[in-house]
């Protein structure tokens, strides 16, 4: 059975700090890995990772694909309250079908 | 762009009564979008994918008799809940694909008294 899992599912820092969240996986048939950010409503698209080892990076948000250890860990540096959300890591795994983690519930006090 | 619509954006509803949701994908066209379920605390479990065209495909333990899908054009899908009981009160997202992307929509809150 495919699975997705992510961890913490919770976690709680002050402004400023560094987190990494991960995600692991096993999945037949894997297309890609994606990262969404979610808020109230609709989960916000991240990154997409395809390959090992290509870290991508968006601002303070970086990501990396480990694909012979069937992870990835999402890095978020100088963190803000607006960094507050559920994050979401999902495999494609063929036919745009994606398989969700449970979710990393990120905190960030002031 | 790349902007998907879903209405109503929260339903409640008596038990037994049928609800319907639609998702729209307002300046692309789709020719499959997928419907999710969100519990509380829950991450998104996918139901089915929507095909226009053609017959949705439901993920294995989803009852297709009772999530009817329909998928009329290439930018509306609707998601019809039969006979809604309490234990289908969730939040229900779509998702339409463009390219190798997926869009989501806002969600569906729906609630089953």
């Known amino acids: 059975e495919d699975k997705v899992v992510q961890s913490p599912l919770s976690l709680v820092v002050h402004e400023g700090d560094t987190v990494t969240l991960n995600c692991s996986y096993e999945?037949?048939?894997?297309?890609?890995l994606l990262w969404y950010k979610q808020e109230k409503k609709a989960p916000t698209f991240l990154f997409m990772l395809?390959?090992?080892?290509i870290e991508k990076k968006s601002g303070r948000l970086s990501s990396i694909l480990d694909k012979k250890e069937l992870f990835s860990i999402l890095n978020i540096t100088a963190t803000q309250t607006g960094d507050s959300a559920v994050y979401l890591c999902?495999?494609?795994?063929?036919?745009?079908?994606?398989?969700f983690g449970q979710g990393t519930r990120l905190t960030i006090n002031p | 762009g790349a902007v998907v619509s879903q209405h109503p954006s929260w339903v409640i509803c008596k038990s037994g009564t049928s609800v319907k949701i639609e998702c729209r994908s307002l300046?692309?066209?789709?020719?499959?979008m997928f419907w999710y379920r969100q519990f509380p605390k829950q991450s998104l479990m996918l139901m089915a994918t929507?095909?226009?065209?053609?017959?949705?495909?439901?993920e294995q333990g989803v009852e297709k008799d009772k999530f009817l899908i329909n998928h009329a054009s290439l930018t509306l899908s609707t998601l019809t809940v039969t006979s809604a009981h309490p234990e289908d009160s969730s939040f229900y997202i779509c998702?339409?694909?463009?390219?190798?992307?997926?869009?989501f929509g806002p969600g569906t809150r729906l609630t089953v008294l």
């Open positions: 999902a495999v494609e795994r063929g036919a745009q079908k994606l398989v």
């Open positions: 300046d692309f066209q789709a020719t499959t």
């Open positions: 395809t390959s090992s080892g």
């Open positions: 929507s095909n226009e065209g053609s017959k949705a495909t439901y």
């Open positions: 999945v037949t048939n894997f297309r890609s």
């Open positions: 998702s339409a694909g463009r390219a190798s992307e997926q869009f």
